[in-house]
């Protein structure tokens, strides 16, 4: 009979088959040929290591591409998402971090660190000095000994501290359901890719609650109500997406779904999980100006009426993709609360038509 410990070596030993779809095979296969032939463990093979992982990790769902990075590159999940992190994070400082010779275990921690601190980190290499990983942890960790002041002070300074104190929560919220409803897109995207028909019902189940609320959150945090500051053209439109995953009756028709699934769905949530770049935006953190007036009749579309004014009843008979009409040919009754508009943002020299999300007073 075999031990406990010989178990679990022969569990930890086991290969799992992998599931790579074949359009993403040449990629993988050239990836995996460019990692084999990687000797260099230094500063600047840090930073191409996670250049490779990063091509991969863009086309394989996590758990695909946590098995995959395990069994054909002989690294964790972990180390490679310490890998990616330094090719995605620390791009900035990467001539100065090699030029100093900072080891790939030190990049590790500078990679979440904030980025006065990667400075003072850096600053301190260049200075000659040669900090161990421990003393970089020490210098990266954020403050906790000085006691808080209250969210309640007054002054700009005690409002910043509210604002800032209101939205950490709410990021952390719209982090953990944006991140549950990738998974659930995830598996109907390979199954789409595998030629698998997926219902729209599978879709709402899995999402539609959590992007419900995340949809709303997102407004609060990108696009406050009455607030003049310039939109992010791809925050909109993901926060667009979300919202529309979160009003099932708006999904795209049988044809459409599919496409729309793969080509702006999972993008958007890649964008806001991962913060891959959504394609057809262009610069990363390219602005648009949206006038106020724009602003605030987008963010309208978000209120909710009174009790008094509670929607009348769906009529019996009266399917959801079939408004009744009045005589002028307008919908009328619950379908008046179902509007859509487009709005229209300026990317360079093209304009990109984004899909507001429509509010169910």
């Known amino acids: ?47 191409l290591l996670g250049q490779q992982l990063a091509r991969v990790k863009a086309v394989l769902p996590e ?7 395990k069994q054909r590159c ?24 090699v030029a100093a010779g900072v080891l790939p275990t030190v990049l590790f921690v500078l990679s979440s660190a904030e980025l006065e601190k990667i400075e003072a980190v850096l600053a301190a290499f260049e200075r000659g000095e040669r900090l161990t990983v421990g003393q ?40 953990k359901l944006v991140k549950r409803s990738l998974k659930a897109v995830e598996l109907l995207v390979t199954d789409i890719r595998k030629g698998k028909h997926v219902a729209k019902t599978k879709l709402a ?3 539609e ?58 993008p958007a949530l890649r964008f806001v999980v991962h913060g891959e770049a959504l394609p057809g935006i262009g610069i990363a953190d390219k602005i648009a100006e949206v006038s106020s007036d724009s602003s605030i009749e987008d963010q309208e579309a978000h209120a909710v009426a009174p009790a008094l004014n509670a929607d009348p009843a769906m009529p019996e008979g009266l399917s959801e993709l079939e408004p009744a009409l009045q005589a002028n040919g307008e919908p009328k009754g619950w379908w008046q609360h179902r509007q859509s508009r ?5 990317n360079g020299a093209e304009d990109v038509p984004l899909l507001t999300d429509v509010a169910v007073i």
């Not at 758990?63 to 990075?69: E, M, R, S």
């Not at 964790?76 to 998402?81: D, F, H, K, N």
């Not at 906790?144 to 910043?160: C, F, M, N």
């Open 74 to 97: 002989g690294y964790t999940p972990r180390q490679a998402r310490y890998y990616i992190a330094i090719h995605e994070h620390l791009q900035a400082f990467r001539d100065r971090l």
């Open 209 to 266: 609650t959590d992007c419900q609320k995340a949809g709303i959150l997102l407004s609060g945090v990108i696009s406050p109500r009455g607030s003049d500051a310039p939109l992010a053209v791809e925050w909109e439109k993901a926060r667009q997406t979300i919202a529309r995953l979160g009003d099932s009756p708006r999904y795209p028709g049988r044809e459409e779904f599919a496409d729309w699934l793969v080509e702006q769905v999972l």
């Open 63 to 69: 758990k695909t591409f946590g098995k995959w990075v």
């Open 136 to 175: 970089v942890k020490l210098m990266v960790k954020p403050l906790t000994d000085a006691p808080e002041k209250s969210s309640a002070s007054g002054g700009a300074a005690g409002l910043r501290r509210a604002v800032e104190a209101r939205v950490k929560v709410d990021l952390g919220v719209i982090n």
């Open 1 to 47: 009979m075999r031990t406990k410990m010989q178990a679990l070596r022969a569990k930890a030993n086991k290969v799992v088959k992998l599931m790579i779809e074949e359009e993403h095979q040449p990629l993988v296969t050239e990836v995996e040929g460019n990692i084999a032939s990687m000797v260099r463990k230094n500063t600047d093979g840090a930073y």
């Open 205 to 207: 189940a899995a999402v």
């Open 342 to 346: 487009e709005l229209a943002v300026t």
